[in-house]
């Protein structure tokens, strides 16, 4: 197994547009909305961040910080998003591991708490979130808001 590499964006701005094409292709939000967010985390217009675990130069795990993760809670803020780890890699810590550099690289930054919006129950406990509330995003059923102080 080859050794895994966990990045921010800032690391490496060369694979921006390889990085908003791997999150589109994983949620289908228009890539362009991905690049804007990055472009704006790059030239320093924010600090809420991309994250990125590589594996030989591929991305197979990731996910943003990003002001409101299209909820009606925008009091709840900033939320992490877009996590995903490719199949292959899942149950090797890869998404905890990033969820942990978010919190650690926010805190870094003055930003506390950190929220993120989720239909999975037991797996974000696991790395210090707690249950906060139910929200309404877009889908039809509200969705489960975590909360990290």
């Known amino acids: 197994m080859t050794q895994l590499e966990y990045i921010d964006l800032r690391e490496r701005p060369e694979i921006k547009d390889s990085a908003a094409e791997w999150f589109h292709s994983k949620w289908g939000v228009p890539k362009e909305a991905y690049l804007e967010c990055?472009?704006?985390y790059?030239?320093?217009?924010?600090?809420?961040?991309?994250?990125?675990?590589?594996d030989g130069g591929k991305i197979v795990g990731g996910m943003g910080v990003i002001?409101?993760?299209?909820?009606?809670r925008k009091d709840l803020s900033p939320n992490v998003c877009a996590v995903y780890t490719e199949e292959e890699y899942r149950g090797q810590g890869i998404a905890g591991k990033l969820l942990n550099i978010v919190v650690d690289d926010m805190k870094s930054k003055g930003i506390s708490?950190?929220?993120l919006i989720t239909d999975h129950t037991g797996f974000y406990e696991r790395y210090g979130w707690e249950f906060l509330c139910m929200v309404q995003g877009s889908d039809p059923e509200p969705s489960r808001m975590y909360i990290h102080r």
Request: aromatic share 16%.
């Open 67 to 72: 002001e409101n993760d299209f909820h009606e």
């Open 113 to 115: 708490p950190i929220y």
């Open 42 to 54: 790059l030239s320093g217009n924010t600090e809420l961040g991309w994250y990125l675990c590589l």
């Open 38 to 40: 990055m472009k704006d």
